[in-house]
């Protein structure tokens, strides 16, 4: 009976096995249920409860004592600032303009290089389907609109917190409230960020719209198994930052506008009470009188009554009076020609605060040398920034098992340098240098697209074989001319009239 047992006993064994198989899955099933179904949560996700009184954000209008005092104290007023500089950066178009320079002085063009790989050793279909994860993650984060709110929120308010979503085919970035975050310590030479979770205390029903770590943790908070302040796990949430060389609060990098900022609307308004001044006029209206008498040669309540009849019909601008006195000229124009404009002034002191050139803005002195000089050093500037944003992608992405041996490099290519660039990587590729992939990254075909455009284009489309240039003279030998059609004479074509300057027009004429 006992053999019985025992061997009816192993005999169960593997279908507990199974039944533990089974439900290993459906809880891997549910988790990953979930998983998509907080993403999904993200993917719609709510900016503004307005059930939620406490959850709608407020703005003050901050005074210009307000700003030196917390300039007196960053470290103290670090909340305080960043709000004024939100406040002033949605009012002030100065302001909004200086920080949108910057952020237009990249286009986010990027290559993926290889990383640590032994060209003699490298398996090559390995290295491909790597290569083609890589870009396709790369291309559903949506680098070049996604991004710039990234490098916004650091020239703005110095650092960005963030965290992400990562999916199999997809990363996707989310910004942490910065009033509940800052930097622990630094990983791979990107900052780790600390949250503090007593944030989900007021905003509780935020959780599900979090990655599945921060509800966790909370939870560890809660039961007092760890403090409120804990630092989020790395890779995965990072933080960059505008002045890396102060990390123990944030210091907005144009914090020193602020106050020029006020200036100028001070200026506006003198200007504007001065030329009402200057616009105004008065009209005086003298009563005869007898010189050697002294008495009026007119009744006094008949001009007086003229008077209000003048009076009544004169504009807003122009005042009367009735005076029995000889009266000067009442003008408020200014008397000094050579007045300076304090508005203009003062726009130009901002931009000069700024570290920008005020040539940008629509000064007209400008100089196209000095001009591009001064684009080519603030570039530099905001680079520095970039590479700190490719720095955290590079991390995320050689954490996974595909990126190990790929990384991202940005290119420092803008608007203003987006032709020179080009052509030096096009001069580089005709020497043979590995620079086609930079190349087409600088006129704005990603490696993502280029072998599946030129697939598309000549394979499925045929467009190479359907456009033919047009075929001219100079392009056919002498034996596919016409003979009647050909000449003796040399020189180049004769150019019109308006393509002539003023001197050879004048040449021609005489000729």
């Excluded at 975050?181 to 960020?193: F, K, P, R, T």
């Excluded at 500037?381 to 490719?390: A, N």
């Amino acid at each position: 009976m006992a053999r019985r047992r025992t061997r009816r006993a192993g005999s169960n064994e593997p279908q507990e096995k199974q039944q533990a198989a089974k439900q290993a899955e459906v809880v891997k099933s549910q988790n990953f249920d979930l998983i998509n179904q907080r993403y999904i949560n993200l993917a719609k996700l709510i900016t503004r409860d307005l059930n939620n009184y406490r959850n709608i954000p407020t703005f003050s209008l901050y005074k210009k004592d307000n700003i030196k005092e917390y300039i007196g104290n960053p470290y103290r007023y670090e909340k305080q600032l960043r709000k004024a500089i939100l406040y002033i950066y949605a009012v002030s178009t100065h302001f909004r303009r200086v920080i949108q320079y910057f952020v237009g002085l990249t286009n986010w063009s990027y290559i993926v290089e290889p990383y640590r790989i032994d060209p003699r050793k490298a398996n090559i279909k390995t290295v491909n389907n790597n290569y083609r994860k890589v870009l396709n993650i790369l291309s559903s984060m949506n680098i070049k609109t996604q991004f710039p709110k990234i490098l916004t929120v650091c020239l703005r308010e110095d650092t960005f917190y963030g965290t992400t979503w990562v999916q199999p085919d997809s990363i996707t970035i989310q910004q942490l409230p910065s009033d509940y975050c800052a930097i622990s310590s630094i990983e791979g030479n990107v900052l780790n960020v600390t949250f503090d979770f007593s944030y989900f205390d007021i905003y509780e029903s935020m959780l599900d719209y979090y990655p599945q770590e921060f509800r966790t943790k909370y939870n560890q908070y809660k039961k007092q198994q760890m403090n409120r302040w804990i630092e989020l796990d790395a890779p995965y949430s990072f933080a960059i930052k505008c002045n890396s060389d102060i990390l123990d609060y944030s210091l907005p990098p144009f914090l020193g506008l602020l106050r020029d900022v006020y200036d100028i609307e001070d200026y506006r308004d003198l200007k504007k009470t001065k030329a009402a001044l200057e616009n105004y006029a008065m009209i005086a209206m003298t009563l005869p009188m007898n010189e050697e008498t002294g008495e009026w040669l007119i009744d006094f309540n008949k001009a007086q009554e003229f008077w209000r009849n003048l009076d009544e019909v004169l504009p807003e601008e122009v005042g009367s009076v009735l005076t029995p006195m000889k009266m000067d000229k009442i003008s408020f124009e200014k008397s000094n020609t050579g007045d300076t404009d304090k508005v203009t002034e003062a726009e130009e002191s901002l931009y000069n605060t700024a570290g920008v050139s005020s040539l940008l803005f629509g000064n007209a002195r400008a100089s196209a040398n000095a001009l591009l000089l001064s684009i080519k050093a603030d570039q530099n500037l905001t680079f520095e920034i970039v590479k700190s944003v490719f720095d955290a992608i590079n991390r995320i992405i050689q954490s996974q098992s595909y990126g190990k041996n790929f990384r991202v490099e940005p290119l420092n290519i803008s608007v203003y340098n987006q032709k020179e660039m080009a052509d030096l990587y096009l001069k580089a590729a005709t020497y043979g240098m590995p620079t086609i992939s930079a190349f087409s990254a600088a006129v704005g075909v990603g490696q993502a697209e280029i072998d599946s455009m030129s697939f598309l284009e000549s394979e499925v489309l045929g467009l190479q074989n359907m456009f033919k240039p047009i075929v001219s003279s100079t392009q056919m030998s002498s034996d596919d001319l016409d003979s009647n059609a050909a000449t003796d004479e040399g020189g180049a074509p004769t150019k019109d009239i308006g393509d002539l300057s003023d001197s050879r027009e004048s040449n021609r004429e005489l000729e």
